[in-house]
T-cell receptor
């Protein structure tokens, strides 16, 4: 019962480098989400995908891109990392908006 | 726009004492409301959810929450706190045209004194 799997768990980047955060779910959920968590600010939605083949911007999309590769996988890409993107990133999935989310364990990203 | 406020940034209670965490929301339509818990270094786990019907909902780990439309509140309660309940608690409201986005509050950090 893997649920939502995120890789990597930790990453340090230099300013300007690029990277992709991977997320996969094995629950046959339709919707997937990327959030970032910063102290005192709760979770803020970066992008989401309500169904396979669709993606939409959330609250803080600037500096990020996403790909819904198939129903299982939803990746988040930082094209040119900035120190302001230092954060903990969470992927989540849900069957419907009413069902609540299942979260991954997070990726702690530091940009120096 | 939808929003969620949690007035208490940090709460400390003694083990065995009762607990109430406050949550207020702003949403024009009928809200879908959630409480999540995050243990240190972990992802978030769903505690309970409210959509309609009985305004008192039961969740996992002995938690319950009461929806009060007149006060736009959805407070989380537990009659007797255990040391293992020390964590960060997030209230959230379902948003979007099909409630497929969730807006999270800033969180309340709970410490438990043995």
């Amino acid at each position: 019962n893997a649920g939502v799997t995120q890789t990597p768990k930790f990453q340090v980047l230099k300013t300007g480098q690029s990277m992709t955060l991977q997320c996969a779910q094995d629950m046959n959920h339709n919707s997937m989400y990327w959030y970032r968590q910063d102290p005192g600010m709760g979770l803020r939605l970066i992008y989401y995908s309500a169904s396979e083949g669709t993606t939409d911007k959330g609250e803080v999309p600037n500096g990020y891109n996403v790909s819904r590769l198939n129903k299982r996988e939803f990746s988040l890409r930082l094209e040119s990392a900035a120190p302001s993107q230092t954060s903990v990133y969470f992927c989540a999935s849900s069957a419907t908006g009413k069902s609540g989310y299942t979260f991954g364990s997070g990726t702690r990203l530091t940009v120096v | 726009a939808q929003s969620v406020t949690q007035p208490d940034i940090h709460i400390t209670v003694s083990e065995g004492a009762s607990l109430e965490l406050r949550c207020n929301y702003s949403y024009g339509a009928t809200p879908y409301l959630f409480w999540y818990v995050q243990s240190p270094g972990q992802g978030l786990q769903l505690l309970l959810k409210y959509f309609s019907g009985d305004t008192l909902v039961q969740g996992i780990k002995g938690f319950e929450a009461e929806f009060k439309r007149s006060q736009s509140s959805f407070n989380l309660r537990k009659p007797s706190v255990h040391w293992s309940d020390a964590a960060e608690y997030f209230c959230a409201v379902g948003a979007g045209t099909s409630y497929d986005k969730v807006i999270f509050g800033p969180g309340t950090s709970l410490s438990v004194i043995p």
